[in-house]
């Protein structure tokens, strides 16, 4: 007896080291070329991915210098808590640590974290599916969609939204602890929530809503289970979790309230809803169904784009998926029952989120209200979403779970007629299939710069002393559209912050510019002020700002503009030329 329990338990060991290394190397395989290219490269663009870097890498120096300066990031001077406009990313940026110490490369960093959690949402979904179907094969399959279905191919430009592998954790947790009641579980439960949340606010408040609608299914059926002392841990492990997380998102409800910028609106999140035939398209990265769809692909660039709106999770996902509710919904036995009646609803409910306030079918609006609109004004943390489209996240866990009580079926069912020989084989052909219907194209790379090829401007820079606040012009043009529909839309804004952002990693001296999810009111005078450049209002605007220094990147003027720009240093008494760095100009902006 105890010799068949040591083997059972080397089996189990040596099969989960096989998953391991299994998700590994799909996670670098389906990242491909990331990991070979990504010391010197981003996926597509140099946009949003070097947008992550210059996060992680803040986190990491804020925390080795200041944590508790944290949100005080060195963009949009003078403004302050600027680490919020965005994801500060915390939980990757204490993972980035080590990363960093060894590369001592924010882009290479930022690639290694992605292809890791990649690799942590297959393992999460692997430990879920695992302990409800008991059967590891079920995990393995669950693990492959969740990490790797179209809808997540299309956001490796986002480190955030790729970490999501800490909510299946989270609900396995809050599963084991609504089956047993040990207080072990919901501490569990409340950590990796706390973790899944610090990772990406977005992915905290979606997980809340998968948590709310567990607890509402929950009662329903099981009612007798919400005990006093069941209710009375749970909520205890709540609030501790919340007084965890509150010291991160008080800076977020400080901006909520100071600039009226910092609200998304239902028109803003109308722009980024997904059209019911978005369902049906796959990114063009997916090796097969991204040719397939390209048609239905046209014109979706006119809301949101193909990145936020490519929704459709794979052929195999969706067969299993709705094989396996069919399958519980008939043979479910005990909390069987309660896992259909959970997943099931929580897929078409994050579904119908996707669709954001309105309907739209095949690009018409339809006037019909959908149910976004009562989570935005109900349900804390909505009005801080811009895009309904991320809540594809539960769909594609619900049927990664539901995808893998059907395998379980379809292997049982093969062993019971011809063994464990056809059991496999069936296994394998559904795996390949599997693999085939996920697979990615080799995805497309953007080379940017490392630190020892930056610009030598900012070497200069560096070298300053104190906070060397610093305006880098020009600014973002000035178009009364986008200026009025909001600067993010403006592309000179993206061609030029982004890589100002991510070229500060190299100094950190405090900068009136900036790249991020939000831009702030200082920045929109700032264009305005600088719309004739150079002129006494700009100077006045950016002394009244408290900036030292002037960086004009010349060849990003016309020749006349530069012209008047060198001749108003000898005009004028109000700056003068510090230094001057190929076509890069740096002045003193004079008290």
């Known amino acids: 007896m105890v010799r068949e329990r040591l083997r059972n338990a080397g089996e189990k060991k040596a099969f989960f080291l096989v998953v391991?290394?299994?998700f590994l190397f799909l996670a670098v395989f389906f990242t491909r070329p990331i990991l070979l290219q990504g010391n010197h490269a981003t996926y597509k663009d140099p946009y949003d991915p070097t947008l992550q870097a210059w996060t992680l890498a803040w986190d990491i120096h804020a925390l080795g210098s200041n944590p508790l300066n944290l949100f005080n990031a060195n963009i949009f001077y003078p403004n302050h808590n600027t680490l919020s406009y965005s994801d500060h990313q915390i939980t990757n940026g204490v993972l980035a640590i080590p990363v960093m110490a060894?590369?001592?490369?924010?882009?290479?960093?930022?690639?290694?974290?992605?292809?890791?959690?990649v690799f942590l949402c297959a393992l999460g979904a692997?430990?879920?599916?695992?302990?409800?179907t008991k059967s590891r094969t079920a995990g393995v399959f669950a693990g492959i969609i969740f990490a790797f279905a179209p809808p997540r191919l299309a956001h490796m430009g986002h480190l955030n939204l790729i970490s999501a592998g800490w909510m299946p954790l989270a609900l396995l947790f809050l599963h084991k602890y609504?089956?047993?009641g040990r207080t072990r579980d919901v501490v569990l439960f409340a950590l990796f929530f706390v973790i899944q949340t610090l990772a990406s606010w977005h992915y905290g408040i979606i997980l809340?809503?998968?948590v709310a609608l567990f607890l509402l299914v929950r009662l329903i059926m099981k009612p007798r289970g919400f005990t006093l002392r069941w209710v009375g841990v749970f909520l205890a492990a709540v609030f501790i979790a919340a007084l965890v997380i509150a010291p991160f998102a008080v800076p977020y409800f400080k901006l909520n309230k100071s600039d009226p910028r910092f609200k998304r609106t239902l028109d803003e999140v109308d722009l980024f809803s997904v059209d019911v035939k978005d369902f049906a398209i796959a990114p063009a990265e997916n090796l097969f169904w991204g040719k397939l769809t390209a048609g239905l692909r046209e014109g979706i660039a006119k809301r949101a784009g193909p990145t936020e709106r490519s929704m459709f999770p794979g052929l195999i996902p969706l067969v299993l998926g709705i094989g396996g509710a069919i399958y519980l919904f008939r043979r479910g036995r005990g909390e069987e029952r309660f896992y259909v009646r959970y997943y099931v609803p929580l897929a078409a409910l994050s579904a119908v989120l996707c669709l954001g306030s309105t309907l739209y079918l095949f690009g018409h609006r339809f006037n019909i209200p959908m149910p976004y609109e009562l989570f935005f004004y109900l349900f804390p943390g909505f009005k801080a979403m811009r895009v309904p489209g991320r809540f594809i996240i539960l769909t594609l866990l619900s049927l990664a779970i539901l995808s893998g009580f059907a395998i379980k079926a379809i292997m049982e069912w093969a062993a019971s007629k011809r063994g464990i020989s056809l059991s496999a084989t069936l296994g394998v052909v559904l795996l390949v299939l599997l693999l085939l219907d996920m697979m990615s194209a080799s995805l497309p790379m953007y080379r940017v710069p490392l630190k020892g090829e930056f610009p030598p401007v900012y070497s200069w820079l560096k070298e300053q002393k104190g906070q060397a606040p610093t305006v880098e012009l020009p600014l973002a043009d000035y178009n009364p559209h986008t200026f009025k529909a909001g600067l993010q839309y403006e592309p000179t804004w993206i061609e030029r912050e982004a890589m100002r952002t991510y070229y500060s990693t190299l100094h950190w001296k405090k900068t009136f510019n900036g790249f991020s999810g939000y831009i702030p009111t200082s920045y929109y005078q700032g264009v305005k002020a600088t719309r004739g450049f150079p002129s006494k209002e700009a100077m006045e605007f950016f002394r009244g700002q408290g900036v030292k220094y002037l960086l004009v990147h010349g060849a990003q003027f016309d020749s006349n503009t530069l012209d008047r720009i060198l001749q108003w240093d000898k005009s004028h008494g109000d700056i003068e030329l510090v230094r001057r760095f190929g076509s890069d100009y740096v002045f003193r902006l004079k008290a």
């Open 208 to 210: 809340a809503v998968a």
């Open 178 to 180: 609504s089956e047993e």
């Open 102 to 117: 060894v590369t001592r490369n924010p882009v290479y960093t930022q690639n290694l974290l992605l292809i890791f959690n």
């Open 126 to 132: 692997y430990f879920l599916t695992t302990h409800l």
């Open 20 to 22: 391991v290394l299994l």
